[in-house]
């Protein structure tokens, strides 16, 4: 492959994160709007499955251009077009989440495909050429595979998404010396950069969970007690904002402290992995809390108790993985804290919506004050 004309060589070091890369996440985040939706219309099991199946072949290729401006810091005109197309891409494949397994298919494969097709191009001008090379044919290979679901129907739509799953997440694993996972050491990793775009992206990401609050409100019946549930519904993702960023700085130190090919495969473990459940988590709570501020003062169904505290819970999870993968703190008060979180549940579906939500803001809020003053000491 011959490199780009207007590739630069001696690239200057990753710096802080540019507005184009915000800009990047603000569409990215779209497509989590859009799974929060597909769970507020049906929590089963098999949709579970589903939205977990679409966030997971969408965080892959994200965290891919997180990697990507890592080390092709979009400067220069040429490099901000083709990451606005892979950002066109992205906004194509959101547009067709709600029905990407049947009648919106072709629409999700197509802006899928063009993702991967950026994403590839951009990274020619990086100096790991080798390493690109071998990622090529796995994500390649799961873009067309999701574009082929798009022209068939039934149990042939899932035999290809999970096929497409398989041959990008799981097979270069199986067969490391034939792809980039076996040259991991040589993709850099600027631990500055790194820590700041994923926690960018998470308050994007809760911002949007704050835009469903307000979406969910009756406007028509406000009064002192919606208002009050209103408040309480906006002091959660306040308190998931603040647990996070109590770990961001440890983060990042822990990446700085680490070299080559361990601090690559804790990049991964911390802020692929370990981001899985925190933006899922977020995503089900965004639904739970629609439901709750419908009928703050009425029992909630089962389903949606399950999203509230299911979301937070899966946070924390999350948080606890982050600070096991880079060895900070003691993940197990995160653990403490989710399980807590479930057992609201029966509060919600027994009392109502807004007890259940102040008792999961009196447990986000109990962990962190308890982990500062332990910090402290």
Not at 34 to 58: C, D, I, M, P, Y
Request: glycine share 10%; no cysteine.
């Amino acid at each position: 492959m011959t490199p780009l004309r207007w590739r630069v060589a001696n690239e200057a070091p990753t710096g802080p994160v540019t507005p184009v890369e915000l800009f990047f996440d603000l569409v990215f985040v779209f497509t989590l709007t859009q799974l929060t939706q597909r769970l507020e219309h049906e929590l089963s099991f098999a949709e579970a499955g589903r939205s977990l199946l679409l966030f997971a072949v969408l965080w892959w290729m994200y965290t891919g251009y997180v990697w990507l401006t890592n080390h092709v810091p979009p400067r220069r005109a040429a490099q901000k077009l083709l990451l606005f197309a892979g950002m066109a891409g992205f906004f194509v494949a959101a547009l067709g989440v709600p029905h990407a397994f049947d009648r919106s298919g072709l629409v999700f494969g197509a802006g899928y495909l063009i993702v991967i097709v950026v994403h590839l191009l951009l990274f020619t001008q990086a100096d790991v050429l080798s390493g690109v090379l071998r990622l090529a044919p796995f994500n390649l290979g799961s873009g067309l595979l999701i574009l082929g679901a798009g022209f068939t129907h039934g149990p042939a739509v899932y035999a290809l998404w999970v096929a497409a799953f398989l041959v990008q997440a799981v097979a270069p694993y199986v067969a490391p010396r034939r792809s980039g996972v076996g040259t991991a050491q040589l993709f850099h990793v600027a631990p500055a950069h790194f820590a700041e775009r994923h926690g960018l992206l998470v308050i994007v990401a809760l911002g949007e969970s704050v835009v469903a609050i307000g979406m969910g409100v009756d406007v028509g019946r406000l009064s002192a007690a919606l208002a009050g549930s209103v408040v309480l519904a906006l002091a959660l993702p306040g308190a998931l904002w603040w647990a996070y960023f109590m770990e961001a700085d440890a983060g990042e130190r822990a990446l700085g402290k680490a070299d080559g090919r361990t601090r690559s495969l804790l990049a991964v473990n911390a802020y692929f992995f370990a981001h899985i459940p925190m933006l899922l988590g977020i995503v089900a709570a965004a639904a739970g809390m629609r439901a709750v501020m419908a009928h703050p003062h009425a029992p909630l169904a089962l389903p949606s108790a399950v999203e509230l505290a299911g979301g937070v819970a899966l946070f924390l999870v999350g948080i606890a993985a982050f600070r096991h993968a880079l060895a900070i703190d003691r993940p197990a008060s995160r653990l403490v804290a989710a399980a807590a979180t479930l057992a609201t549940i029966p509060i919600g579906t027994a009392s109502s919506a807004g007890l259940q939500l102040a008792v999961i803001v009196a447990v986000a809020v109990a962990t962190i004050v308890l982990d500062r003053r332990g910090r402290a000491e």
